[in-house]
């Protein structure tokens, strides 16, 4: 007898181990789909074409795209969390913190990229009862790694926190820098030249980012 087809075997899926499974599959083909099409181009149907489940059943697990996109971000979250968590050391610079940051964001750009949309777009397409889970489960990761952070760096008391936003915003800002044609390309005049090269051949992140630490830092000093 041939093997049931994917679409079909979902569609079969009753018993709560079998439903687990499915909405696993889900969460999969979301994470493979959202660095291909965006967040723009990341819709329901197009997930359902990917998962190879009915666009129909996927409401089943997920009230909206949103709630989706939701979800992955907080496996995202947690995959960050865990490596910047492992990478931590004592007596780490705030040059060495700030590298390790980037790298880490670099490295999986679907968390940044959804935290860029969180407040503005996701957490107003899901229900309520779904975004208190999603905060107490950023509450619970985060309330683990800022401590830890803190601590490194010498920061105050819940610091921690703003930190981490103002890095991934930073982070998030400064990737727009990148995306302009080079230098190269246009073969501009020197004077343009010039001005260029102060956005494209510097790293902006990682020359801010120990300012940012630095004047956290500062708050506490007499």
């Known amino acids: 007898m041939p093997e049931p087809s994917t679409r079909q075997r979902y569609q079969r ?12 599959a889900i969460l999969a083909a979301a994470e493979a789909l959202f ?10 149907a197009v997930l359902a074409k990917k998962s190879g489940i009915a ?17 992955l971000y907080l496996q995202r979250l947690e995959v960050f969390c865990d490596a910047l968590t492992a990478e931590l050391r004592e007596g780490m610079t ?3 913190f700030a590298l390790c940051f980037q790298t880490l964001l670099e490295a ?12 503005s ?14 905060k107490r489960v950023m509450r619970s990761r985060l309330g683990a790694l800022v401590p830890r952070i ?3 760096l010498g920061l105050p008391k819940r610091s921690g926190n703003l930190l981490l936003g103002a890095l991934v915003g930073l982070s998030l800002g400064t990737a727009q820098t990148k995306l302009g044609p080079t230098i190269e390309a246009l073969d501009p005049p020197p004077d343009i030249a010039e001005f260029m090269r102060l956005y494209t ?5 990682r020359a801010t980012a120990p300012m940012i630490i630095a004047g956290i830092r500062a708050e506490t000093q007499p």
Do not use: C, Q, W
């Open 13 to 24: 899926a009753r018993r709560p181990g079998e439903k687990a499974e499915r909405r696993a």
């Open 108 to 119: 999986d750009p679907t968390y940044p990229a959804l935290h860029g949309r969180l407040e």
């Open 55 to 71: 666009k129909a059943t996927l409401y089943v697990y997920f009230e909206t795209r949103e709630e989706v996109l939701l979800t």
């Open 121 to 134: 777009v996701i957490e107003h397409n899901v229900s309520a009862e779904r975004l208190f889970e999603a």
């Open 201 to 205: 051949e510097v790293d902006v992140f």
């Open 150 to 152: 803190e601590e490194v």
């Open 35 to 44: 660095p291909a099409v965006g967040f723009e181009g990341f819709t329901m």
């Open 94 to 96: 705030d040059e060495a």
